[in-house]
């Protein structure tokens, strides 16, 4: 075993094939040996130290690009240095909290994109007394670099980094992780997982949580395992390819907090209407699930539907732990799948017992256990006096063992509160012990997670009381978990005795100013006429969150929903005005389910979130292709801004499109324009769409891709050369997707089959819109054609497409039967000739689907 981190990383030099792989796209990635990221991270250890950095300095990291992190990441270990791992700014609150985080520290390096360095350095020059140098990640990273630097030794008990919790913004609290401390609890949860030498780890949680650090990086680096690393933007772009990649790099540890579960699960719901997958899930162990509260049912739900894929109903772990633990403190068995109990609702008290129901009592609560304790983790349940509770009793969760943080770095104060006089430590959180296991009831912290991020409630309520111009500020800010979408929401009580029909402007004024500034949505915000709190002043939230469940607010929401119908409806004056703008009025309406906005409204004032804001360009990419970036969102935030910045972009747009194209022999070019048939038909019969559905299930391939197959055969057969390139339209209306394939590289039919089962899909290079095309393809030569493969439907006599291929070939599944049509431009192409195109076309299918060719197939297979 390693005694620092350091020791792992040095050990692991010597391979060269096990490391990293960067996921940047569905066939983009970039493999990273450890031995390459140490010699990277030495080199970027010179230049640190060229600048300044010396041993002991604290190193806050503010890096998106993953490779960049991890490079700095580890030249800090190896320079003795203190890396701060912290979310890169994207608010006012988040630069808020890097500020305040600097104030925590001694005199902390700054290490961040150029971009970012002018505007960290300007906002630094307003606090006085701040000392911080400011470090281009541009001038760390030298691949090539000569140096003569060597690592320090570091000892066991040096802090490794410091780790501040997600979301962090009121007094930030940087917990201090020692090698001794993050190897013990890394040894344990290899232990737990049963990680051996053929394990791969998918990440795609954030390095600047502990769970995406330390389960998803340091660990399998330790054990020297490879690991694939998907940026979060990229799984909140396409979280489908989370479970492609894991099936294409044979992944075997994943994980998930509840909400990308969700996340995924909605997004393949989509996919799987258009396409199918053929993934291979059977090699995953484990897919971890923590970080948030646990939603039982949409665990369910994922393991039956992904079950088809392979995917064992024991691989979901329930995970319970906290940064102050490094990762975790109790993980599920191997082999064990999660338990759910039910619990009656209201024996989750302080001292109560708990009593459990059958999963179909309305009454009760489904908790999921969250495993026992890891080998070094120890769990107690206390009441509050601190007393431990038997088994089966709710407390107060409190944890101690080898991984546990002897405190808060600069902040004796705090870590003095973290532990009892016994040495144990708080964790703010309830739960109880059955047959050792944990299960977690709740937290007693303020902190309201969204989407994975931690929100104070207090930072909440203090923005929303800056922007007002109510006469008593005065505002509750709480998380209460919506059972329906399956995560946290922010409700916010605004102490209000003024007119009822007057509190939507103030409420309005609220929302928008929070959403702005920290880039969350408050759900529902209610007027009240008393504030709820102890004889010491402190807020008794739990109050307001009873009452709201029990629904004593309902009458009052529904007289501000029919005032702010009212009042939404007399303010759109700002219609759309043009196909531009009602097109993107109408996304909004759909991704914020509001019908009431004007165009001069911003998108993160009336409810948009990041998430929304990927989604939305996915949305507005569908009708105006490769237009705007998500930059532009941020920029042009209302329909109008983003409307004119949609035309003018439109207009601009001359860059030419060369869609690649097969060449003939002169004689397939003299066309016959007189009485000339252009248009063919074939339909299969009843038995033969069963023994071609047969066909593809035995070579598991869709049915799409046989046709493809075939039309490509077909015009390899007449082409001068061996590569063919078709392309298709059968991943979404409006999107082409040249399909390649060089026949001097293909054996047999059936490799070509699975060529072009796996195409490349809609959102990878060389994919255009079929607008893009109809304005700026350029002019075919003589002697080539352009074919194009389509669905059914998506095309219409009148579209301009007809006039960029000369070869269209579409296919259409009905109930009983199968159906291909084939058309062809009758201005440039010989009308027989096409004919038995086609007809080789029909051939190859009664060729492919003779008795002895599907039995033999069967067989084989």
């Known amino acids: 075993m390693f005694s620092t981190l350091n020791e792992a990383l040095n050990h692991h030099t010597v391979l060269e094939e096990r490391g990293i792989t960067f996921i940047e796209g569905e066939s983009q990635s970039e493999f990273c040996s450890f031995a390459e990221l140490y010699r990277s991270s030495m080199s970027a250890l010179h230049l640190l130290r060229k600048n300044g950095v010396s041993e002991g300095s604290e190193v806050i990291l503010q890096l998106d690009n993953t490779r960049e992190f991890l490079v700095i990441f580890w030249a800090c270990l190896l320079g003795g240095f203190i890396p701060v791992p912290l979310t890169v700014s994207k608010n006012e609150e988040s630069m808020a909290k890097t500020l305040r985080v600097t104030g925590v ?91 051996t030498s053929e394990d791969a780890f998918l990440n795609w949680m954030p390095l600047t949580h502990d769970l995406g650090m330390i389960m998803f990086h340091l660990l399998p680096l330790v054990a020297g395992l490879n690991q694939y690393q998907m940026p979060t933007w990229l799984f909140i772009r396409r979280p489908v390819l989370w479970l492609q990649t894991a099936s294409h790099f044979k992944a075997t540890m994943l994980a998930s907090p509840n909400f990308g579960i969700k996340y995924f699960l909605n997004a393949y719901h989509k996919a799987a209407n258009q396409r199918s997958f053929d993934w291979n899930l059977t090699p995953i162990k484990a897919i971890v699930n923590g970080a ?142 059955i047959h050792n296991h944990l299960v977690f009831t709740g937290r007693t912290k303020d902190i309201i997670i969204i989407n994975g991020s931690n929100y104070y409630p207090y930072d909440i309520e203090r923005i929303a009381e800056e922007c007002t111009d109510l006469k008593i500020k005065r505002m509750i800010a709480c998380g209460v978990y919506n059972e329906a979408t399956g995560t946290e929401e922010v409700v916010l009580f605004v102490l209000y005795r003024d007119k009822l029909e007057e509190f939507g402007r103030h409420a309005d004024q609220i929302r928008r100013h929070v959403n702005h500034v920290m880039g969350i949505h408050l759900s529902v915000i209610l007027p009240i006429s008393k504030i709820h709190q102890t004889t010491s002043g402190k807020l008794q939230r739990y109050k307001y969150i009873e009452k709201y469940k ?5 009458k009052v929401e529904d007289e501000l929903s029919k ?50 804001v990927i989604q939305m360009l996915e949305e507005v990419d569908l009708l105006y292709p490769d237009v705007i970036t998500l930059t532009d969102i941020f920029a042009y935030p209302s329909v109008e801004q983003l409307a004119q910045l949609i035309s003018s972009s439109d207009g601009l747009s001359k860059k030419e499109i060369q869609l690649q194209a097969v060449q003939l022999e002169a004689p397939y070019f003299e066309a016959e324009w007189s009485g000339a048939e252009n248009q063919y038909r074939m339909v299969m019969s009843s038995s033969q769409r069963d023994r071609f559905q047969t066909f593809c299930h035995e070579l598991q391939v869709a049915d799409e891709a ?53 195409k490349k899909k809609v959102g990878e290079a060389e994919v255009y819109h079929t607008r893009d095309i109809e304005r700026h393809v350029t002019r075919i030569e003589p002697g080539y054609v352009r074919c194009l493969f389509a669905q059914k439907g998506w095309l219409h006599t009148e579209d301009a497409l007809h006039n960029v291929f000369d070869m269209i070939m579409e296919w259409e599944d009905l109930k009983d039967t199968s159906e291909l049509f084939f058309r062809y431009n009758p201005s440039r192409m010989n009308g027989v000739l096409m004919k038995e195109l086609f007809q080789t076309v029909a051939d190859s299918i009664e060729s492919l689907l003779s008795v002895d060719r599907v039995t033999n197939i069967s067989v084989s297979q």
């Not at 006085?128 to 140096?147: F, G, K, S, V, W």
């Not at 064990?336 to 609702?345: C, D, G, K, M, P």
């Open 706 to 758: 046989v046709w493809l197959a075939l039309f490509s055969n077909a015009i390899y057969e007449i082409s001068t050369g061996s590569k063919v390139t078709v392309h298709t339209m059968m991943d979404g209306k409006g999107w082409i997707v040249p399909f390649h394939v060089d026949f001097a590289q293909v054996e047999s039919i059936e490799d070509l089959l699975v060529l072009a089962g796996a």
């Open 105 to 195: 520290l001694n005199r902390p390096f700054i290490v961040a994109e150029s971009r970012h360095v002018e505007e960290l350095r300007e906002h630094l020059s307003r606090i006085p007394d701040r000392n911080c140098d400011l470090l281009n990640i541009q001038d760390l990273i030298n691949q090539n670099l000569e140096h003569q630097e060597q690592p320090i030794s570091a000892h066991p008990d040096d802090v490794a980094f410091i780790q501040f919790s997600s979301g962090t913004t009121g007094e930030p609290k940087g917990v201090k992780l020692t090698h001794r401390k993050l190897l013990a609890n890394i040894y344990d949860l290899e232990e737990r997982l049963g990680a």
């Open 292 to 433: 948030e509260p646990i939603d039982v049912d949409a665990c369910r739900q994922f393991l039956d539907e992904m079950a088809v894929f392979g995917l064992d109903g024991k691989s979901m772990k329930m995970g319970y732990g906290m940064a102050e633990a490094c990762v975790a403190v109790c993980i599920q068995e191997q082999n064990e799948a999660f338990t759910t109990y039910y619990v009656r609702r209201d024996t989750l008290s302080v001292g109560d017992q708990a009593v459990f129901l059958s999963s179909e009592d309305e009454a009760g609560l489904a908790l999921s256990g969250t495993g026992t304790p890891l080998r070094n983790s120890q769990v107690r349940i206390c009441d509050d006096s601190g007393r431990t509770l038997p088994k089966g009793y709710i407390g107060y969760i409190q944890i101690k063992g080898a991984n546990i943080t002897d405190g808060y770095y600069n902040n004796e104060e705090a870590t003095n509160k973290l532990f009892t006089p016994d040495e144990w430590a708080h964790t703010g959180d309830l739960g109880f012990l």
């Open 550 to 554: 029990e629904g004593a607010f309902q």
């Open 563 to 612: 005032w702010q119908e009212m009042r939404e409806q007399k303010a759109l004056v700002h219609r759309p005005k043009d196909a531009t703008q009602q097109a993107l009025f109408e996304i909004w309406s759909k991704l914020l389910g509001k019908k009431y906005f004007g165009v001069h409204d911003s998108f993160f004032e009336i409810g948009g979130t990041s998430i929304l």
